[in-house]
């Protein structure tokens, strides 16, 4: 049985379009505007590697922290691979993950761009906000 079978069901539901406590998984909503309905993984969440830690830090949310690393690792690939964010057959781990170029990776403005070096200003930034 699988890890979301086994330990996922209960916070993502059995279809991953989210749950009373959790966000869908997966869905091809496009954001518009800031609006929580619309927010999924897929479109929102701007590194990869802040789905493995929500994963890490909060789930199962009856257990928080119980998954192995292996566990967490395969949870974080499954919803990419489901966000159609990564192959299926692809393999996730500490190298990997945050190589995966999420679709809103630039879709934030800085705050306080005045402390952000203008080397760590991501694509897409200009002048510390997001050029779209």
């Given at each position: 049985m699988c890890v979301v079978s086994r330990r996922g069901r209960q916070g993502w539901g059995v279809s991953r379009q989210g749950a009373p406590a959790a966000p869908a998984?997966?869905?091809d909503k496009?954001?518009?505007g800031i609006n929580e309905a619309t927010v999924t993984i897929a479109n929102y969440w701007p590194y990869?590697?802040?789905?493995?830690?929500?994963?890490?830090r909060a789930m199962p949310w009856?257990?928080?922290?119980?998954?192995?690393?292996?566990e967490v690792y395969a949870l974080t690939a499954y919803i990419l691979a489901q966000n159609?964010?990564?192959?299926?057959?692809a393999t996730i781990n500490a190298?990997?993950?945050?190589?995966?170029q999420m679709p809103n990776r630039n879709g934030f403005i800085t705050r306080f761009p005045e402390r952000t070096p203008p080397n760590n200003r991501g694509a897409g930034m200009r002048d510390g906000f997001a050029a779209f």
């Open positions: 998984l997966v869905d496009k954001v518009v990869a590697t802040t789905l493995f830690d929500y994963i890490r009856t257990e928080p922290r119980s998954l192995s690393n292996d159609k964010l990564i192959d299926t057959d190298q990997t993950l945050p190589k995966v």
